[in-house]
Every structure is written in C-alpha cells, then in structure tokens.
C-alpha cells in the first residue's frame, strides 16, 4: 500500500508561481507512472500532467509552457512547477500514482487559489 502526502498549494497572485509536491511512501514509486489532476469548481475532474517512469511528459494545452512536471525516483516524489499562475488555474490539484491494475492511489487533494 501506497501513502500520498501532498503540499505546496496556496493563494498566489496572478503571474506568480507555486510548487506542488507529492511525496510516497513505499517501495514501488519508480514503477507507477505519476499524475498531477485538479478539479475547479464546478467542473470535471482534468488531467493536467503526467511523466512516466521513462521520463516522457505530457501536458494539457492551457497549461504548456507554464508547468513543469518532474519526478525524483529516490526521493519518492513527483513535482509541478506552476509558472505564471492564472486565474483560471484556480483548483484542487491532485496526484495520482498508478499502473493498472495493481496500483491506483491518489493524494488528498491540495487547493490552489490564484487571485489578486
């Protein structure tokens, strides 16, 4: 069993920058592919980014070029970097680590408030 803390949200003014973290406890991180999703009000659950364990990244496109996903095997974490922050990234973002069907485990949720 997998245990996700995650941290780093906050309120940030627009164009500011923000850094969520997901840490996990365990011993099968390196495996499972890692995925940060976030869900504002009033609307659908959206992947936002992913990096496998081979390293290749994805992107949704309201947010290419402003987040950065990376993850750090021997730390047990995965990571995005929120660049240029915009009102409408305003959100809960959660992390998800899975490789089905064995693996599927999400973290509490961590809320991102960006407003002036």
């Known amino acids: 069993q997998v245990q996700i803390v995650e941290s780093g949200g906050g309120l940030v003014q627009p164009g500011g920058s923000l850094r969520l973290s997901c840490a996990a406890s365990?011993?099968?991180?390196?495996?499972?592919?890692t995925y940060w999703y976030r869900q504002a009000p009033g609307k659908q659950h959206e992947l936002v980014a992913f990096?496998?364990?081979?390293?290749?990244?994805n992107y949704v496109d309201s947010v290419k070029g402003r987040f950065t996903i990376s993850r750090d095997n021997a730390k047990k974490a995965v990571y995005l970097q929120m660049n240029n922050l915009k009102p409408e990234d305003t959100a809960i973002y959660y992390c998800?680590?899975?490789?089905?069907?064995?693996?599927?485990?999400w973290g509490q949720g961590t809320q991102v408030t960006v407003s002036s």
């Open positions: 998800n680590l899975r490789r089905i069907p064995e693996h599927d485990y």
């Open positions: 365990g011993n099968v991180f390196s495996t499972l592919g």
């Open positions: 990096i496998t364990t081979l390293g290749i990244t």
